[in-house]
């Protein structure tokens, strides 16, 4: 299994070139395409920008489906740029892939055939209106919390990718806030849509920084490469801390019975999402997880035509200036 083959684990490549890598990763140095790198370093790159690029495909499809639903034609010409912009997402990550030697049809296949993962969340329904704008507040809103650091990753194309996504993630994130805002100073009805939302989708936001530290496979190593720059805790609880009072703004709930400030540790006590769904999510018993890859599925076969004539228009261009040199 290819999703076994790019586990991160430590491989035999000679110490001394593996401490002068570790030395310049310690020195903040970028590492670019072309320089030597472990092979773990290459498959762990692989492995997690090939599924940041999946989500960011995947997820256009919770999204996408309200396009057509959208109460305004402002909000529906939003909507419609941003989910655009969630699939530029994945051509810039899925091109920073490329430069680690593995192919976006390669990549896909992956994808398509469950052999790589994609983010749990894509894997929950939207159900109404105000599901598009808590999308926008809670999802882009953890997905910045994680990308922002990413931007220091220390694989220079990761990197520089992260930094254009996240300038647009923040529109994300705002005009998300402001959907569902207004619908939380609205009439009863969308206020209780609004509650309804943040009720469903809040534990599945807080999976999205994956399992608990004590839990996760790849943190340690990862963190010592700079290929993640904190652990799942440390980011879900700095946005545990950032949303609470975004919900508390809007006068809703989260839906958390022990949630509460904790002077002395200058953060917000939560309580943990329930692991055991997400790990039923992460072996494809979510809500949604057939139809997500049924609708990708569909959508690859049906492009095949689109693929092979634009193959077939660009070996046809070669052959013509090859015969004219
Ligand atoms: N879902 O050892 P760790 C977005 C897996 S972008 C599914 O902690 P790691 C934009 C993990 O792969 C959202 N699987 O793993 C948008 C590993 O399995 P493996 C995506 C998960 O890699 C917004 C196993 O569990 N963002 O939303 C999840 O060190 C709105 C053990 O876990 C990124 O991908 C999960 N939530 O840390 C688009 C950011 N969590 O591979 C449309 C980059 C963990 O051994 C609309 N990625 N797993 O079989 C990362 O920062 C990391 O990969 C983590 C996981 C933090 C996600």
Not at 262 to 270: I, K, L, P, Q, S
Request: with cysteine; hydrophobic share 35%; glycine share 8%.
């Amino acid at each position: 299994m290819y999703a076994q083959m790019i586990k991160s684990e430590a491989t035999q490549d000679d110490p001394e070139q593996l401490a002068a890598f570790q030395a310049r990763i310690d020195a903040g140095e970028k590492i670019e395409p072309k320089d030597w790198m472990p092979e773990g370093y290459r498959k762990t790159l692989i492995r997690q920008i090939g599924q940041h690029a999946h989500s960011e495909i995947v997820g256009q499809l919770p999204e996408g489906n309200w396009i057509t639903r959208a109460p305004t034609l402002e909000r529906k010409a939003i909507l419609l740029a941003k989910v655009q912009d969630e699939a530029g997402h994945g051509l810039y990550l899925y091109g920073a892939a490329e430069t680690l030697g593995v192919s976006r049809d390669e990549l896909t296949e992956m994808l398509l055939d469950g052999r790589m993962k994609y983010s749990s969340i894509f894997n929950y329904p939207t159900l109404n209106w105000a599901d598009i704008g808590a999308v926008g507040w809670l999802v882009d809103g953890a997905a910045i919390m994680n990308q922002v650091p990413l931007q220091r990753t220390s694989y220079g194309p990761y990197s520089r990718a992260m930094i254009r996504i996240c300038k647009e993630e923040s529109f994300h994130q705002r005009q998300g806030y402001d959907a569902i805002r207004r619908m939380a100073e609205g009439s009863d009805a969308q206020k209780k849509m609004a509650q309804d939302a943040l009720n469903r989708l809040w534990y599945p936001s807080l999976m999205m920084f994956g399992p608990s530290d004590k839990d996760s496979v790849h943190s340690a190593q990862s963190m010592a490469w700079k290929i993640k720059m904190n652990t799942n805790d440390e980011l879900r609880q700095k946005f545990v801390d950032q949303t609470v009072p975004q919900a508390e703004y809007l006068g809703l709930t989260v839906p958390d019975p022990d949630l509460k400030w904790n002077e002395a540790r200058g953060h917000y006590d939560f309580t943990d999402p329930d692991w055991t769904e997400f790990y039923e999510v992460l072996k494809g018993n979510g809500p949604c997880n057939t139809d997500r890859l049924a609708a990708r599925n569909k959508a690859w076969d049906e492009g095949a035509w689109v693929r092979d004539g634009l193959l077939a228009h660009a070996r046809k261009r070669t052959a013509r200036k090859m015969a004219a040199e």
